[in-house]
């Protein structure tokens, strides 16, 4: 095994981390802007106010891009333990 194959396997699996947290990530941080500026508004400064719909909104988007973020990292996963005969002989 090269460190060109380790360095792509590296790009690949951070490539694929970024790629899969980011609808996530996305959702999270536009739902917490939104509760803040409600919170700004409202002069409401609750801590769960900020932290339930933050929550839902995760859990939401885990069912909807759930299975997709499972197939991609089955698949990645699957292309690295089969690439790894390859890599080693």
Do not use: C, N
């Amino acid at each position: 095994m090269t460190a060109q194959m380790v360095l792509t396997i590296g790009h690949e699996a951070l490539t694929l981390l970024l790629m899969v947290a980011m609808p996530l990530l996305g959702t999270i941080m536009a739902v917490g802007l939104l509760v803040s500026v409600f919170q700004a508004v409202t002069q409401i400064h609750e801590a769960t106010l900020a932290f339930v719909p933050k929550l839902i909104a995760a859990l939401v988007v885990f069912a909807i891009a759930g299975p997709w973020m499972l197939t991609t990292l089955v698949d990645y996963l699957r292309r690295t333990i089969e690439s790894l005969p390859t890599a080693l002989g």
